[in-house]
């Protein structure tokens, strides 16, 4: 499925956005609150964990920071960067030049367009079942959006940015090594950039997932590819507001020029504390195994339950339906708020989520074991 949206450039800011989604919800939350047993949030996804030992310790160590940071980072952040996607994601050939620090990846997102001169006239790609950020950043700007998975939609019409989401939100599907490279090939054909939105990267529960920037996909060159990352679900640093892009180094410094003008600055103690996470693997692979038994105690009731789930290979999240054709996403939505279970409703992720729910492992084993009794 297909959709084709463009906005006025002329219209007020608000006028040009979307509705906010989640505003949609309340209802339904305050059914869910109800309950005699109390909420089970599992709509939004935000992490409820401890922030690991070796961030508040580098907190703490950096907290004397009486100056102004950088736009570009500290050469520790952005050698850390490097390294880490060197040594845990076999990507190879980056500089620390080829690194920017974000203030979590949701406003380098929302803003790429802005950053990059786009406007109407434009047009801005994006998956069929998105994180709506996407369609923010191009409406922000006024340019045509199209939500498609289907390289030849565009026709004679060639996108200036094109983003994927491998492993996505909110399906959880991992996109195979074969079509990563066709859409890498793809592009540089066409000279349009690829942004890939990779921060699920370390959620991967059956197969494996490759960032663009692999030698097998990009072909050992990072031209005309960025890759954004956040550490909010990986090191539970959602407060920190910890990402970073990286790639394509005319593109990097251009966004440098731009975001030094905007005083887009990372704070120094945030940075100091997302060098030091992306050196530890050890709170990844405890904080994934707690995700990975909260996940297969869900995913069981649910299916006990007459719920089908969808893709969920990856991500923190259930894509889930009923059914062969499934009902209408809303009706999931309010038949599990009665039960006190709130989740996101697909629609919220375009027109081709309008049968499923998105649910979240982003609760306390407390939370997910109430849910699933409630299942039963």
Same mark, same amino acid.
């Given at each position: 499925?297909?959709?084709?949206?463009?906005?006025?450039?002329?219209?007020?800011?608000?006028?040009?956005?979307?509705?906010?989604?989640?505003?949609?919800?309340?209802?339904?939350?305050?059914?869910?609150?109800?309950?005699?047993?109390?909420?089970?949030?599992?709509?939004?996804?935000?992490?409820?964990?401890?922030?690991?030992?070796?961030?508040?310790? $580098? !907190? %703490?160590? =950096?907290?004397?920071?009486?100056?102004?940071? #950088? &736009?570009?980072?500290?050469? /520790?952040?952005?050698?850390?960067?490097?390294?880490?996607?060197?040594?845990?994601?076999?990507?190879?050939?980056?500089?620390?030049?080829?690194?920017?620090?974000?203030?979590?990846?949701?406003?380098?997102?929302?803003?790429?367009?802005?950053?990059?001169?786009?406007?109407?006239?434009?047009?801005?790609?994006?998956?069929?079942?998105?994180?709506?950020?996407?369609?923010?950043?191009? $409406? !922000? %700007?006024? =340019?045509?959006?199209?939500?498609?998975?289907? #390289? &030849?939609?565009?026709?004679? /019409?060639?996108?200036?940015?094109?983003?994927?989401?491998?492993?996505?939100?909110?399906?959880?599907?991992?996109?195979?090594?074969?079509?990563?490279?066709?859409?890498?090939?793809?592009?540089?054909?066409?000279?349009?950039?690829?942004?890939?939105?990779?921060?699920?990267?370390?959620?991967?529960?059956?197969?494996?997932?490759?960032?663009?920037?692999?030698?097998?996909?990009?072909?050992?060159?990072?031209?005309?590819?960025?890759?954004?990352?956040?550490?909010?679900?990986?090191?539970?640093?959602?407060?920190?507001?910890?990402?970073?892009?990286?790639?394509?180094?005319?593109?990097?410094?251009?966004?440098?020029?731009?975001?030094?003008?905007?005083?887009?600055?990372?704070?120094?103690?945030?940075?100091?504390?997302?060098?030091?996470?992306?050196?530890?693997?050890?709170?990844?692979?405890?904080?994934?195994?707690?995700?990975?038994?909260?996940?297969?105690?869900?995913?069981?009731?649910?299916?006990?339950?007459?719920?089908?789930?969808?893709?969920?290979?990856?991500?923190?999240?259930?894509?889930?339906?009923?059914?062969?054709?499934?009902?209408?996403?809303?009706?999931?939505?309010?038949?599990?708020?009665?039960?006190?279970?709130?989740?996101?409703?697909?629609?919220?992720?375009?027109?081709?989520?309008?049968?499923?729910?998105?649910?979240?492992?982003?609760?306390?084993?407390?939370?997910?074991?109430?849910?699933?009794?409630?299942?039963?």
């Amino acid at each position: 499925m297909v959709e084709v949206r463009a906005q006025r450039a002329s219209k007020p800011v608000s006028q040009r956005l979307p509705d906010f989604p989640w505003d949609q919800l309340t209802p339904y939350a305050a059914t869910a609150r109800a309950h005699g047993d109390g909420i089970v949030d599992l709509s939004i996804g935000t992490p409820v964990d401890p922030t690991p030992e070796v961030a508040r310790r $580098a !907190l %703490v160590e =950096a907290a004397d920071s009486p100056g102004y940071p #950088l &736009t570009v980072g500290t050469v /520790e952040v952005r050698q850390a960067v490097v390294d880490w996607l060197a040594g845990t994601h076999g990507v190879t050939g980056l500089d620390a030049d080829q690194v920017l620090p974000l203030i979590g990846s949701k406003e380098f997102i929302a803003a790429l367009p802005t950053f990059l001169g786009l406007g109407a006239g434009d047009v801005i790609g994006y998956p069929a079942l998105a994180y709506p950020t996407y369609e923010v950043g191009a $409406a !922000l %700007v006024g =340019a045509k959006a199209v939500a498609t998975d289907a #390289l &030849t939609t565009f026709g004679p /019409e060639t996108p200036k940015l094109l983003w994927i989401n491998s492993p996505s939100n909110p399906s959880g599907r991992v996109l195979p090594k074969e079509h990563l490279k066709k859409v890498v090939d793809w592009c540089r054909e066409r000279g349009v950039l690829l942004v890939s939105d990779e921060c699920y990267l370390d959620c991967v529960w059956e197969g494996e997932a490759l960032s663009v920037l692999h030698p097998d996909i990009c072909g050992g060159s990072s031209d005309g590819i960025l890759v954004v990352h956040s550490l909010s679900k990986r090191s539970n640093l959602a407060g920190y507001r910890c990402g970073f892009v990286a790639g394509d180094r005319a593109v990097i410094a251009e966004l440098l020029a731009v975001r030094k003008n905007l005083g887009l600055l990372m704070p120094g103690p945030a940075q100091h504390a997302m060098a030091a996470v992306l050196g530890d693997e050890a709170h990844v692979a405890e904080q994934h195994e707690r995700y990975r038994a909260r996940r297969s105690r869900l995913r069981a009731a649910l299916e006990t339950a007459g719920y089908t789930i969808e893709h969920s290979e990856a991500s923190l999240y259930l894509w889930t339906t009923k059914g062969p054709a499934g009902p209408d996403c809303w009706q999931l939505v309010a038949e599990l708020a009665e039960q006190g279970i709130l989740v996101a409703p697909g629609a919220f992720y375009g027109a081709a989520g309008s049968h499923h729910v998105r649910i979240a492992l982003t609760a306390s084993d407390e939370r997910i074991d109430a849910a699933v009794a409630r299942l039963a």
